[in-house]
């Protein structure tokens, strides 16, 4: 028989016991959907051992992948670094169909440089570091970073003395240079062609002579 939640996990999984598929295209999907599965991972793990023990053999190897304390670190960092993302989602896709594109671009170059405020935040990543101790104490999965390899194919050998400075430098660093760089490179670079919304006739009212519309061809 399934363990029943405590009130703490009760309290988390309110409102989202549904575990939820990734999204491809809406980041604020994949955050709702990380977050369910964080809140319920110890749930989520005795249900994989309850099914290993009746004999499902993907059971056993799912429980034990969603155990390894890397994985458990990129869960926690994933879902935390996309919130700071939600608010842009939101804004884009509860404005349509009037959608400014170059108010878009603005509001995401404050999302961009949040992910490089909380970069140089150590307290942050102390804090975020904290939560996935607890979420792995609970499992009794202790800290680890992989084998340091004299030569190495698959992946580059990260210098790091501890866990915790091995997976800021090789998972946290990265996933927040990573969504900066991608927000930028769709929707800031783009920000002049997205003047070209104000040649839509229902949108000439708020054409103005400083828009820069240069990108257009000239007869």
């Not at 140089?120 to 499992?139: F, V």
């Not at 084998?147 to 430098?169: I, K, S, V």
């Not at 062609?193 to 040649?199: G, M, N, V």
Request: include cysteine; glycine fraction near 2%; charge should be neutral.
């Amino acid at each position: 028989m399934l363990e029943q939640p405590d009130p703490e996990q009760r309290e988390a999984l309110d409102g989202r016991r549904k575990i939820k598929g990734m999204c491809e295209t809406r980041w604020s999907s994949r955050a709702d959907a990380l977050n369910t599965f964080k809140s319920a991972h110890s749930i989520i793990v005795d249900t994989l051992d309850d099914l290993a023990t009746d004999g499902d053999k993907n059971a056993k190897q799912l429980m034990l992948a969603i155990q390894d304390f890397g994985f458990i670190i990129a869960l926690v960092v994933a879902e935390h670094v996309l919130q700071y993302s939600l608010f842009l989602t939101c804004y884009t896709l509860a404005t349509r169909p009037t959608l400014d594109l170059v108010e878009a671009a603005s509001e995401a170059k404050t999302v961009i440089a949040s992910f490089r405020r909380i970069r140089q935040d150590d307290n942050i990543w102390q804090e975020l570091y904290r939560d996935i101790l607890t979420l792995a104490e609970k499992q009794d999965v202790q800290p680890s970073k992989p084998r340091t390899a004299g030569r190495q194919q698959h992946r580059n050998n990260m210098p790091a003395d501890t866990p915790e400075q091995y997976w800021r430098r090789s998972v946290f660093y990265p996933m927040l240079n990573h969504m900066a760089n991608e927000i930028e490179e769709r929707i800031v670079v783009p920000k002049d062609r997205f003047l070209a919304q104000y040649l839509i006739p229902s949108r000439l009212n708020s054409l103005t002579r400083d828009m820069n519309l240069t990108f257009l061809p000239h007869s």
